[in-house]
């Protein structure tokens, strides 16, 4: 398979380290609110990329961080500490408000269809790990002091953001107005505290007492638990330009090797960003979009799901009520395509449940399981599905595979059922197995609907009733009854449905 490798900006074969296991590492949340969808753009890249990789027969040690210490307010790496801010808004202890927004962030993961790394990583678990780490870099000769802090020495790495490409140097640095920097792309790794005491989250240092820059948490776990080199990085857009440049840097630092076998990672991704009409979406802006709006406003997330797996990764995604409704369209299409050709696995119901319960269960042992008696139609589409997905992860065209096999009238049930569950490995769309969504899933309820379906379904059925006795007044009146409680007829509508609740 092939994978976009953003430090050199080239397509790669992909060769792991180590073939018997995969090592990833992803840049986890910084938990002081709740995740917008730009920001949820990043994992279903990443479970996509992950799932990919364990459908092909690579095993993964996957491992995802929560930051809960050191991310500032300001891409000029300076202000207060995001969570310093949200525990004051909120009155609440940091850790209280790490912990809350980490099970919400959790929560959204599942409803995705995210699967869980295999470690998360929390910061303030390792700032023992972090201050021993940013002493090496001391003692490679690669950070100063200041009254600030330490700050690492930009100058003494070679290629220092290469990742970014060929950017005006102050863009690939947080560039901090701090006097006696010597080079403004300098960043900070440890911050002395100005008034000890002042902050919840500070710890002792030999640098005095302070806090970690937000670069150096990820270095530090990311060779922690997969070793000085791993095999693949992913990250949104935004941390290729400063985040992960400085990564790279302290990385370098670290193992005292160069950009080609001291970066951290082999192959570096990232997914582009999910643009909303006013611009790229993010917290800043106030009123972001979030998996809970989505649910209030009764558009399934698994709808946001396949809006994601309809663009590459590596492509701006535009969000908007049409685009997202089209996916949703879509993904209904695809439910009574299924529905109606009684596509159902059987056997193969249990086998996506024990992959479902364990999280970390071998997709290519299910895959196998389900593709052993398929014949040769069936596997041509299968072999075309496995060519997209195998490119970079193209998953545009591999639902167009899929909506081609569907469509087959050459395949019988069965086969189009195993091809159906084996693909639905990679897309996690919920498409097959005993806990797959159904049409009435993708039906728009809002959460603050007043009726429930039992009622609506009742007062349709009085109205087919007087429909079918030719009393077309009745039939207007319990259609305009409905109306009057958000309740829109369909009437004629081809995809079935009958009714939605208007939002």
Same mark, same amino acid.
Request: proline content about 4%; overall charge negative; hydrophobic content about 40%.
């Given at each position: 398979?092939?994978?976009?490798?953003?430090?050199?900006?080239?397509?790669?074969?992909?060769?792991?380290?180590?073939?018997?296991?995969?090592?990833?590492?992803?840049?986890?949340?910084?938990?002081?609110?709740?995740?917008?969808?730009?920001?949820?753009?990043?994992?279903?890249?990443?479970?996509?990329?992950?799932?990919?990789?364990?459908?092909?027969?690579?095993?993964?040690?996957?491992?995802?961080?929560?930051?809960?210490?050191?991310?500032?307010?300001?891409?000029?790496?300076?202000?207060?500490?995001?969570?310093?801010?949200?525990?004051?808004?909120?009155?609440?202890?940091?850790?209280?408000?790490?912990?809350?927004?980490?099970?919400?962030?959790?929560?959204?993961?599942?409803?995705?269809?995210?699967?869980?790394?295999?470690?998360?990583?929390?910061?303030?678990?390792?700032?023992?790990?972090?201050?021993?780490?940013?002493?090496?870099?001391?003692?490679?000769?690669?950070?100063?002091?200041?009254?600030?802090?330490?700050?690492?020495?930009?100058?003494?790495?070679?290629?220092?953001?290469?990742?970014?490409?060929?950017?005006?140097?102050?863009?690939?640095?947080?560039?901090?107005?701090?006097?006696?920097?010597?080079?403004?792309?300098?960043?900070?790794?440890?911050?002395?505290?100005?008034?000890?005491?002042?902050?919840?989250?500070?710890?002792?240092?030999?640098?005095?007492?302070?806090?970690?820059?937000?670069?150096?948490?990820?270095?530090?776990?990311?060779?922690?638990?997969?070793?000085?080199?791993?095999?693949?990085?992913?990250?949104?857009?935004?941390?290729?330009?400063?985040?992960?440049?400085?990564?790279?840097?302290?990385?370098?630092?670290?193992?005292?090797?160069?950009?080609?076998?001291?970066?951290?990672?082999?192959?570096?991704?990232?997914?582009?960003?999910?643009?909303?009409?006013?611009?790229?979406?993010?917290?800043?802006?106030?009123?972001?979009?979030?998996?809970?709006?989505?649910?209030?406003?009764?558009?399934?997330?698994?709808?946001?799901?396949?809006?994601?797996?309809?663009?590459?990764?590596?492509?701006?995604?535009?969000?908007?009520?049409?685009?997202?409704?089209?996916?949703?369209?879509?993904?209904?299409?695809?439910?009574?395509?299924?529905?109606?050709?009684?596509?159902?696995?059987?056997?193969?119901?249990?086998?996506?449940? %024990?992959?479902? +319960?364990? #999280?970390?269960? /071998?997709?290519?042992? =299910?895959? !196998? @399981?389900?593709?052993?008696?398929?014949? *040769? $139609?069936?596997?041509?589409?299968?072999?075309?599905?496995?060519?997209?997905?195998?490119?970079?992860?193209?998953?545009?065209?591999?639902?167009?595979?899929?909506?081609?096999?569907?469509?087959?009238?050459?395949?019988?049930?069965?086969?189009?059922?195993?091809?159906?569950?084996?693909?639905?490995?990679?897309?996690?769309?919920?498409?097959?197995?005993?806990?797959?969504?159904?049409?009435?899933?993708?039906?728009?309820?809002?959460?603050?609907?007043?009726?429930?379906?039992?009622?609506?379904?009742?007062?349709?059925?009085?109205?087919?009733?007087?429909?079918? %006795?030719?009393? +077309?007044? #009745?039939?207007? /009146?319990?259609?305009? =009854?409905? !109306? @009057?409680?958000?309740?829109?007829?369909? *009437? $004629?509508?081809?995809?079935?449905?009958?009714?939605?609740?208007?939002?």
């Amino acid at each position: 398979m092939t994978l976009f490798n953003s430090l050199t900006r080239a397509t790669e074969t992909f060769t792991p380290i180590d073939p018997a296991m995969v090592r990833l590492y992803s840049c986890g949340p910084t938990v002081y609110n709740f995740a917008h969808l730009g920001n949820l753009r990043a994992y279903v890249f990443t479970d996509t990329l992950r799932r990919v990789l364990n459908w092909k027969g690579y095993a993964t040690n996957h491992v995802i961080n929560i930051t809960d210490v050191g991310h500032l307010t300001s891409d000029a790496d300076e202000g207060d500490d995001k969570m310093e801010l949200a525990a004051k808004a909120a009155a609440r202890t940091i850790w209280e408000v790490a912990a809350f927004y980490t099970e919400a962030f959790k929560g959204d993961l599942d409803r995705l269809n995210v699967r869980p790394p295999t470690l998360w990583s929390v910061a303030t678990d390792h700032i023992q790990d972090m201050i021993g780490f940013a002493q090496a870099i001391v003692d490679a000769g690669s950070a100063y002091e200041l009254p600030s802090g330490l700050y690492f020495d930009t100058s003494t790495v070679t290629e220092y953001g290469r990742l970014a490409g060929t950017r005006p140097d102050e863009t690939v640095g947080r560039i901090d107005s701090v006097e006696g920097k010597r080079n403004p792309a300098d960043f900070a790794i440890w911050r002395r505290s100005a008034e000890p005491g002042h902050r919840q989250m500070e710890w002792a240092s030999p640098w005095g007492t302070g806090a970690p820059g937000w670069h150096l948490e990820c270095s530090v776990m990311s060779q922690k638990y997969l070793g000085a080199q791993f095999d693949i990085h992913t990250g949104g857009i935004d941390h290729r330009e400063i985040h992960h440049c400085n990564e790279i840097a302290q990385n370098q630092a670290f193992t005292g090797g160069g950009i080609g076998n001291g970066t951290g990672a082999n192959v570096w991704m990232h997914n582009n960003f999910l643009i909303d009409r006013d611009g790229k979406m993010s917290k800043s802006k106030g009123g972001f979009a979030t998996v809970q709006s989505l649910v209030d406003r009764g558009v399934h997330p698994l709808a946001y799901r396949l809006l994601c797996l309809s663009s590459h990764y590596r492509s701006e995604l535009e969000f908007s009520a049409d685009t997202l409704l089209a996916a949703r369209t879509r993904l209904k299409r695809l439910l009574l395509a299924i529905a109606k050709q009684q596509l159902d696995p059987g056997p193969a119901n249990a086998l996506l449940d %024990d992959v479902r +319960f364990s #999280r970390g269960a /071998a997709l290519d042992f =299910t895959r !196998a @399981a389900l593709e052993r008696r398929l014949g *040769d $139609g069936a596997r041509a589409h299968l072999a075309t599905f496995d060519a997209a997905i195998a490119d970079d992860l193209m998953t545009p065209v591999a639902l167009t595979v899929l909506d081609q096999m569907l469509a087959d009238k050459r395949l019988d049930k069965t086969e189009k059922a195993a091809m159906l569950a084996s693909m639905d490995l990679v897309l996690g769309l919920g498409l097959a197995g005993s806990t797959a969504i159904t049409v009435g899933d993708l039906r728009l309820r809002p959460a603050d609907a007043a009726l429930t379906d039992e009622a609506v379904e009742a007062h349709l059925a009085d109205r087919r009733a007087a429909r079918a %006795d030719k009393d +077309f007044a #009745r039939s207007d /009146a319990i259609r305009d =009854t409905l !109306a @009057a409680q958000g309740v829109e007829i369909m *009437d $004629g509508d081809p995809l079935g449905w009958e009714w939605r609740l208007v939002p």
